[in-house]
Nanobody
Framework: QVQLVESGGGLVQPGGSLRLSCTAS????????MGWYRQAPGKQREFVAA???????QYSASVKGRFTISRDNAKNTVYLQMNSLEPEDTAVYYC???????????????WGQGTLVTVSS
């Protein structure tokens, strides 16, 4: 059973920084794409950033230039460095892994449990 475990959320003041981590646990051969989504109160879940196994990266327009996604394939871990945080970034941040190949099965998509980021003074 492959699972995603997130860490790094919390309360930060506007203009501050946080770093989120997400590690895929279990026996894994390869993960095609890892990324982050977020869901603010009363809103739909939205894409934030993703990085593919070939290191190609995508960002949403709202975070480009402020957030940096990176990945350690050897550790099956993805990071999200968030700088210049704004109150509008307040949300539950969810880790996502797409195209996961494990010894006994393939997972089209796996989600983490979410970690809360609150930006407030």
């Amino acid at each position: 059973q492959v699972q995603l475990v997130e860490s790094g959320g919390g309360l930060v003041q506007p203009g501050g920084s946080l770093r989120l981590s997400c590690t895929a646990s279990g026996s894994i051969f390869v993960i095609n794409k890892m990324g982050w989504y977020r869901q603010a109160p009363g809103k739909q879940r939205e894409f934030v950033a993703a990085v593919s196994r070939d290191a190609s990266i995508q960002y949403s327009a709202s975070v480009k230039g402020r957030f940096t996604i990176s990945r350690d394939n050897a550790k099956n871990t993805v990071y999200l460095q968030m700088n210049s945080l704004e109150p509008e970034d307040t949300a539950v941040y969810y880790c996502n892994a797409a195209g996961v190949l494990a010894p006994t099965r393939q997972y089209p998509e796996i989600w983490g449990q979410g970690t809360l980021v609150t930006v407030s003074s």
